[in-house]
Each structure stands twice: as C-alpha cells, then as structure tokens.
C-alpha cells in the first residue's frame, strides 16, 4: 500500500528553483509531522525541513534556511518543498516521510512512512 509519493525532482541550473510534492495516502495523510530529508551518494540521509499538520509549525536544518519553504495542504493530503537559489551541493535524492512523534524531530529513524524519493540534480 503506497502511502508517500514524492515528485517534481529534476534538473536544474545553480540559482534555480525547484518544487517538490509529496502526495501522502493511508496513515502516512493523518501523521502529525510530515518531514523531508536528503541522501546525496555515499552520505547518510539527512533531515531537510518538517512541518507539523495541526498548526503547520516548520523547522528547516541550517543549510537550507532561507532558501527552502516548506507549505502544506491539508485537504489535498500534500506537503510541498519550494526550493530556491539551488547549489550543486544539493544535490540528492529527497525523500518525503510521516511520522505519529510530536515535537520537532528530524532523526530518519524517528519516521515511519517514507516515499520513494525523488532525484534533484543542481548542475554547476
């Protein structure tokens, strides 16, 4: 049972913009923190930015402050990722997760549902 799925990755020039959707369905639409993370090649999966569904309080990690936003829309069950001013350094895969937790969690294992990722490629 499909439960995330993530789109809108591509290629890109340094200085664009991108948008990411994630579509969520099953449990994985009723999570209380709905989360993005990145995994560029031969590095660890890495937290990105969260928003929650009940007030949509976000966090974002220290590298991408300022440039991504994160939004959500509660009754399409999607939660989207606006990135901008894009860096060959962000490059990766961008996962879409769910998570019942509370609070601001940004550990991978602290997730239950996650899509299926979806490539972004900054070129230089």
């Known amino acids: 049972q499909v439960q995330l799925v993530e789109s809108g990755g591509g290629l890109v020039q340094a200085g664009g913009s991108l948008r990411l959707s994630c579509a969520a369905s099953?449990?994985?639409?009723?999570?209380?923190?709905l989360g993005w993370f990145r995994q560029a090649p031969g590095k660890e999966r890495m937290f990105v930015s969260l928003i929650t569904r009940s007030d949509g309080t976000t966090y974002y990690a220290d590298n991408v402050k300022g440039r991504f936003t994160i939004s959500r829309d509660n009754a399409k069950n999607t939660v989207y990722l606006q990135m901008s001013s894009l860096k060959p350094e962000d490059t990766a895969v961008y996962y879409c997760?769910?998570?019942?937790?509370?609070?601001?969690?940004?550990?991978?294992?602290?997730?239950?549902?996650w899509g299926q990722g979806t490539q972004v490629t900054v070129s230089s």
């Open positions: 099953g449990r994985a639409s009723s999570a209380y923190v």
């Open positions: 997760a769910s998570t019942y937790g509370i609070g601001l969690i940004t550990a991978p294992n602290d997730y239950a549902y």
